[in-house]
């Protein structure tokens, strides 16, 4: 019933209604930085293993060529929400402190799309056009307690930072060969808030007397800002050489993030004593969100049996650092002339990583009901001497399990994985408490290590997605 008029609309009626649809996608609260495999029900439940040929209304943002075959012809839907449950542990080696963990609550954050699929057009076996809305695979809030250990490198966070996509995606075949190319023009938007502690007292803080909890003489900085639209693209090729085998691969470049925005600063009593303040509050985020380059090899091993196996490189010795960078902020007080605020920088080093995805599916019950399962490796892109509580995805194994059941021709997928991330012993840490500058001919505060310690960290996932392929429902809807 549907599809007869869907069969009616012009070319241009169909761009109008995913313009439209566009809108109605909410806005997704997601971390910039390291990130998890994956975004999309049916790749977490396969370990990750999604880049060969992928069949959502996602395949955008793994690899568009996917958009062009024979299952995503005519209108479809996807509708995708997960949920991330972070558990971080942090233990101090510095004496006289205790354990802290994270206490933000489970993460959800939606995806979705729309698409159309023409079929045959000229040379063309299957033109697909789609818009969807989606961001990176990690964790957009933390919360750490105001007077814990790892308080002058992490208090809270709350990141924001969608892709907002527009596809095209082509195939041509001959015999059991076929090739199929996608582009996906994508725009970043992303918002960035954080706090931390700063030592504003004279001297080190943790110098043998065992005080890195006494608070008193903390200041806070609360950042806040937020990006334009900062263009990028995802390009992907996906090629069958033979009947049951696909090979893909994509491409994503990287982005360079500037956020301008605030740096509000929340004396400590000994400052406010010498009525220091600061004269403004502009400033600018910066930091790199890595170039990743996806591909995998599809076998349909049997007509109910699917296996995939992926490997990702992503390029994250890109982001050395993130800086937040301060615009004519001057320190003044009753003591001395106003002194500049430098740029905050807390340097990384991170590292270029690499996983292995393996994922298969099974159906169960020919298009009724198919079972899938994945495992994957994946190195971490931070150096030991770098760990800290703000991106704790180091070296991990995952295993994930799914489903897909079919509805009045809609899908329904869900989607479990748990993340097993190594624990972390450092001893040899660089990250820095950050601190006030020095004011007149009062004493300079000293940065003192505050990164070593125990890591702990875990992962767990849940996604659910409902995918409609409008021409399949039965007309009962």
Same mark, same amino acid.
């Given at each position: 019933? =549907?599809?007869?008029?869907?069969? !009616? +609309?012009?070319?241009?009626?169909?761009? /109008?209604?995913?313009? *439209?649809?566009?809108? +109605?996608?909410?806005?997704?609260?997601?971390?910039?930085?390291?990130?998890?495999?994956?975004?999309?029900?049916?790749?977490?439940?396969?370990?990750?293993?999604?880049?060969? &040929?992928?069949?959502?209304?996602?395949?955008?943002?793994?690899?568009?060529?996917?958009?062009?075959?024979?299952?995503?012809?005519?209108?479809?839907?996807?509708?995708?929400? !997960?949920?991330?449950?972070?558990?971080?542990?942090?233990?101090?080696?510095?004496?006289?402190?205790?354990?802290?963990?994270?206490?933000?609550?489970?993460?959800?954050?939606?995806?979705?799309?729309?698409?159309?699929?023409?079929?045959?057009?000229?040379?063309?076996?299957?033109?697909?056009?789609?818009?969807?809305?989606?961001?990176?695979?990690?964790?957009?809030?933390?919360?750490?307690?105001?007077?814990?250990?790892?308080?002058?490198?992490?208090?809270?966070?709350?990141?924001?930072?969608?892709?907002?996509?527009?596809?095209?995606?082509?195939?041509?075949?001959? *015999?059991?060969?076929? $090739?199929?190319?996608?582009?996906? /023009?994508?725009?970043?938007?992303?918002?960035?808030?954080?706090?931390?502690?700063?030592?504003?007292?004279?001297?080190?803080?943790?110098? /043998?007397? &065992?005080?890195?909890?006494?608070?008193?003489?903390?200041?806070?900085?609360?950042?806040? *800002?937020?990006? /334009?639209?900062?263009?990028?693209?995802?390009?992907?090729?996906?090629?069958?050489?033979? !009947?049951?085998?696909? #090979? *893909?691969?994509?491409?994503?470049?990287? #982005?360079?993030?500037?956020?301008?925005?605030?740096? &509000?600063?929340?004396?400590?009593?000994?400052?406010?004593?010498?009525?220091?303040?600061?004269?403004?509050?502009?400033?600018?985020?910066?930091?790199?969100?890595?170039?990743?380059?996806?591909?995998?090899?599809?076998?349909?091993?049997?007509?109910?049996?699917?296996?995939?196996?992926?490997?990702?490189?992503?390029?994250?010795?890109?982001?050395?650092?993130?800086? #937040?960078?301060?615009?004519?902020?001057?320190?003044?007080?009753?003591?001395?002339?106003?002194?500049?605020?430098?740029?905050?920088? =807390?340097?990384?080093?991170?590292?270029?990583?690499?996983?292995?995805?393996?994922?298969?599916?099974?159906?169960?019950?020919?298009?009724?009901?198919?079972?899938? $399962?994945?495992?994957?490796?994946?190195?971490? $892109?931070?150096?030991?001497?770098?760990?800290?509580?703000?991106?704790?995805?180091?070296? !991990?194994?995952?295993?994930?399990?799914?489903?897909?059941?079919?509805?009045?021709?809609?899908?329904?997928?869900?989607?479990?994985?748990?993340?097993?991330?190594?624990?972390?012993?450092?001893?040899?840490?660089?990250?820095?408490?950050?601190?006030?500058?020095?004011?007149?001919?009062?004493?300079?505060?000293?940065?003192?290590?505050?990164?070593?310690?125990?890591?702990?960290?875990?992962?767990?996932?849940?996604?659910?997605? +409902?995918?409609?392929?409008?021409?399949?429902?039965?007309?009962?809807?």
């Amino acid at each position: 019933m =549907f599809q007869h008029v869907f069969d !009616r +609309l012009s070319f241009r009626q169909c761009l /109008g209604f995913l313009a *439209g649809s566009a809108l +109605l996608l909410p806005s997704l609260a997601l971390a910039a930085g390291m990130e998890y495999p994956d975004n999309g029900t049916i790749a977490i439940g396969r370990g990750g293993a999604n880049a060969a &040929n992928p069949e959502d209304g996602l395949a955008f943002q793994y690899n568009p060529a996917g958009l062009a075959q024979v299952l995503q012809r005519g209108w479809h839907l996807t509708i995708d929400t !997960r949920w991330a449950a972070q558990q971080t542990k942090f233990t101090s080696a510095t004496p006289g402190t205790t354990a802290i963990e994270n206490a933000a609550p489970p993460f959800m954050a939606p995806s979705g799309s729309v698409s159309y699929g023409f079929g045959q057009v000229g040379p063309l076996s299957d033109l697909t056009i789609a818009l969807g809305a989606t961001g990176p695979s990690a964790i957009g809030k933390s919360r750490y307690p105001a007077d814990g250990a790892q308080r002058y490198a992490l208090d809270a966070t709350d990141y924001f930072i969608g892709y907002y996509s527009a596809a095209i995606a082509a195939g041509w075949k001959r *015999g059991d060969f076929s $090739a199929r190319l996608g582009f996906t /023009g994508q725009l970043v938007q992303g918002t960035a808030t954080f706090t931390q502690a700063v030592w504003s007292g004279f001297g080190t803080y943790d110098s /043998g007397k &065992n005080t890195v909890t006494d608070t008193k003489n903390d200041s806070t900085a609360t950042f806040s *800002g937020s990006s /334009g639209l900062i263009p990028t693209c995802v390009v992907g090729l996906s090629v069958s050489p033979v !009947r049951d085998i696909d #090979i *893909g691969l994509s491409y994503r470049p990287r #982005i360079d993030f500037d956020a301008p925005g605030t740096l &509000n600063i929340g004396l400590s009593p000994a400052a406010a004593a010498i009525n220091a303040k600061t004269d403004s509050n502009s400033a600018s985020l910066k930091l790199s969100l890595a170039a990743m380059l996806r591909g995998g090899v599809a076998w349909r091993v049997t007509p109910r049996v699917r296996l995939e196996l992926d490997g990702v490189w992503e390029q994250w010795s890109s982001m050395k650092e993130i800086r #937040i960078v301060t615009h004519n902020i001057n320190i003044t007080s009753g003591i001395a002339n106003p002194v500049p605020l430098p740029d905050v920088v =807390f340097p990384h080093n991170m590292q270029d990583t690499m996983s292995v995805r393996l994922g298969g599916d099974v159906t169960v019950v020919d298009e009724r009901l198919t079972v899938r $399962a994945g495992y994957a490796y994946e190195t971490s $892109a931070i150096p030991s001497a770098y760990v800290n509580v703000d991106f704790p995805n180091w070296q !991990r194994h995952i295993a994930s399990i799914g489903a897909s059941l079919r509805l009045w021709g809609a899908w329904l997928d869900v989607a479990y994985a748990h993340h097993f991330v190594q624990t972390q012993h450092v001893t040899d840490s660089q990250v820095m408490s950050q601190v006030s500058p020095k004011i007149g001919g009062m004493p300079a505060s000293v940065p003192s290590v505050v990164g070593n310690g125990t890591y702990e960290s875990a992962l767990d996932l849940f996604s659910v997605s +409902l995918r409609i392929p409008f021409g399949d429902l039965h007309s009962a809807l």
